[in-house]
């Protein structure tokens, strides 16, 4: 029989006993932030289940990593104290469990309506990488810029191609989005462009959260990545891709990107994933022998965009994709990160790149969605070629079980006008 | 009559009372890292200086900022505290005040011998930056890789190109640099290179420590830019060109960079370094007016690169450069990395890439100095194509004034082999 809890949890929401993914929530903003579990419409306040005594395995009975305002020191303690945070959750909460169903007073101490806290980033995020690893993704974009001879650089089935992000734009979800202004192309003669971007658009991405990190160095095999990822989050890769083509050669993207990413607010674990992972892609050329692994896992998580534009009703789902479509698995994006001796530290954050699948209505993307802007999509009897002033961009993703779903909830943002 | 301090400076030391650079040290393993300036031979507790309430100005008089393991919090407080901070200093060190001069037991709570005391990062890096302002290295690597028709990027003379570098990889001089490893393009139909890198390089770099910093969607003006920068140190960007080549289309360079970058202690402010101003370069064409500003200002600073071969018992001169060759002044480049809203942090670090002068021997790193290993350098009898393991490279930096020097110190590290 399948486990329960003794919080009644609606078949269609992302939070059974499950998930129980972690984040950051305070119940108002004169509180301080604390790290909470989702479990169905209420989230779990860790630090009230920590002061109660309740974590009581050998990692965890004397940490004070729940009284902090972010999970880093969680992070840091790896996989055992997070099986042992799981294992101790998944009891409480279980419905043949009376030490937190039974207790009224305690309930009402840690057990908050989700809809009525305010989420926070759950991470302080030291550094921000951001991979390329959809095979349809990076063909698209190479036949868009370069023509379909030949689309797809060189290097790109040998390695997970990644650059450094800007960690300190890195936003919650519900975070509005200024548009940037920047350079684009000049036309002709003159002067590049100057203003508002043009080109706004989404990326549907997912990211990894590290823990525990390796030493500046030592590099991390391929085959014990997985015990440096804590988990998932679901992320918004803004970009503007017009100050994007005219700024990114020869060094890659930079501010047609760092004016914001938006994360969703709970890190599913690896743990909860578990049940629907999938193999990976067969790789060919078979990649060299630092990142040939044991297993090559992907997860079967569906994931969907939605835009609603500015004062209309209904948002409009624009592309459905799933995350089993990457070409290069988490754990090889990990231990390519690290062969040179790259330090990861608890709270780095690894985005996939944008997850585009083989189908049209797949595509990540509206570069590649509007192909540049040259086939607007219709919206409800509107249409877009890239993102205008008011709409807003939601992601959703979520893995169907037999009987309930391990999701993420949701990853939004609005655009605003320039300042 | 100069400024004088009642502590005895050699004229060729770095430190006089002129200069008074901050640093983060501690006086042994067993004690916490604390701020301290550095004057002639000695480091200046700050922390000390603080807890005899010294501080009296009105920002830092019921400040904590110098109990604090790094300086962020005091580059939080920005420019007025900065020089409040700069004046007190300047006082109790000068020969004509006794609060330290004349307390025996002050002194020796207060003032450690440098020699004798562990340097550590003087600040938490949120994002490291790294910008390509130097016409001189861009023209040289686009030669390189490209060839004389067409050297430089299209869009150079329109922006100070830039890409995100990576910030839990920075170190302080004196730390060991690892060979990475990694992959390199394939030779014919063989799949990519795999190994130590073998063409492991040096870049000579300054960069700029900030403070305060801007709110996300928030640009800061050119005009008010040195505002938001506190001051600048040493750095070795540390390369594998190898690496690099292979991997850096069409994102930009990542592991051929983040094994290691190497910064120098001591962070001269720009309070310091303004008796050394200079006009910027004339740029043609003219900058769109984001970027143009009121003063347009360089700094005449002397750089020097020396290569120790493990085993050797002198060091050789490879290059000698100025900061001052920088076509991008410090002000446009944080101008521009916020103008799409970007959010810079206190001791977020900007880098300035690589310095090269316009002559053949004040190229700031191996791949110009020895055109991509064609034209090996020699040193002492022993030639150099690329480093080589053991090989110790040591950067100083210094302004001359009229009988005293505001100096950097050095940069330094040393290649061990790949693990």
Redesign the interface.
Known sequence: MALKSFIEVHPDSHFPIQNLPFGVFRPDTASLARPGVAIGDYVLDLSAVASASIFDGPILKDSDCFHQPNLNKFLALGRPAWKEARATLQRILSSTEPVLRDNAAFREKSLFLMSKVEMLLPIAI??YTDF?SSMHHAKNCGTIFRGPQNPM???WF??P?????????V?ITGTDI?R????GY?SGNS??Y?GPTQKLDFELEMAAVVGPGNE????IDVNDAAEHIFGLVLMNDWS?RD?QA???????????K???TTISPWIVTLDALESFACAAPEQD?KP???LAEKVSKNYDISLEVQIKPDGQKDSCVVTRSNFKNLYWTLTQQLA??T???????PG?LLGTGTISGPEPESMGCLLELTWNGQKPLSLNGITRKFLEDGDEVTFTGVCKGDGYNVGFGTCSGKVVPS?
């Open positions: 030291g550094d390329f650089p060189q290097n040998h390695l191609i990644a650059y450094h992000g800007r960690a300190s734009s936003v200024s940037p202004r920047g350079q000049p002067p590049p100057f500046l160095g030592k590099p503007a100050i005219w700024e990114y050669v020869p060094l890659g993207p930079f501010l047609g760092s004016f914001g050329p060299l022998p630092y390519h990160h062969i040179n001796g790259c330090n990861l530290r780095d300042p």
